[in-house]
């Protein structure tokens, strides 16, 4: 599978639209990006994923360049609720690979 | 409906005794993973079922770790013998097949001393 790079940390203002960037260059033409979640003390859970087109549900929005070499996970009104930990992971046929994701704070 | 269930929840013990971990997956769901995470990092995959039949253990320590699925719905993971690094958390996954969205239960936080 393609590896994926995230940054570290981000910090968000409460109710404030948080941005989450994924780089994967390396991604081939069917793979997808997932993204999960960790919040401490707790099992991954799943957020979204998608292809090629953009993607929203309830918990947040998926946005995939063009080139598929990038992508950014948005969440519309982050809460204190949302810090976590946040993996971004492009899936082949079968596994995924977790990195070591990105740490969101939310902040009043 | 039910999440995955993992039991127990924390475990201690020390280097060189044996340990197993529990994992009840949603129901219906024929694909089972076992994950190790340890502190700081993102999971990794231990081994994975389809149905009680292993797709993947390649990234499995075999000298020492043994997973189980006998009837296709439960799961077992041991450790025998123990060793410190081996203190991670323990998470399970199950989906409805192989490539289908993954669901996690809470894990097992093992610490060896």
């Known amino acids: 599978d393609a590896k994926t790079t995230q940054p570290t940390s981000m910090d968000c203002a409460e109710g404030r639209a948080a941005n989450l960037p994924c780089n994967h260059s390396?991604?081939?033409?069917?793979?997808?990006v997932y993204w999960y979640r960790q919040i401490h003390s707790q099992g991954p859970q799943y957020i979204i994923h998608?292809?090629?087109n953009n993607e929203t549900n309830e918990m947040a929005s998926l946005i995939i360049t063009e080139d598929r070499k990038s992508s950014t996970l948005i969440l519309p009104h982050a809460t204190l609720r949302d810090t976590a930990v946040y993996y971004c992971?492009?899936?082949?046929?079968?596994?995924?690979?977790f990195g070591a994701g990105t740490r969101l704070t939310v902040k009043p | 409906e039910a999440g995955v269930a993992q039991s127990p929840r924390y475990k201690i013990i020390e280097k060189r005794q044996s340990v197993a971990f529990w994992c009840n997956p949603i129901?219906?769901?024929?694909?089972l993973y076992w994950y190790q995470q340890i502190l700081g990092q993102g999971p990794k995959l231990l081994i994975q079922?389809?149905?009680?039949?292993?797709?993947?253990d390649s990234q499995l320590p075999k000298d020492r770790f043994s997973a189980e699925r006998l009837k296709g719905v439960d799961s077992t993971l041991k450790i025998q013998p123990a060793k410190l690094e081996d203190s991670a958390v323990y998470l399970c996954?199950?989906?409805?097949?192989?490539?289908?969205?993954?669901?996690f239960g809470a894990g097992t936080r093992l610490s060896v001393l």
């Open positions: 390396t991604i081939s033409g069917n793979e997808y």
């Open positions: 992971i492009v899936r082949g046929n079968n596994d995924m690979r």
């Open positions: 996954a199950s989906s409805l097949g192989q490539g289908n969205i993954q669901y």
């Open positions: 998608g292809l090629k």
């Open positions: 079922f389809q149905n009680n039949g292993v797709v993947d």
């Open positions: 129901s219906g769901h024929a694909t």
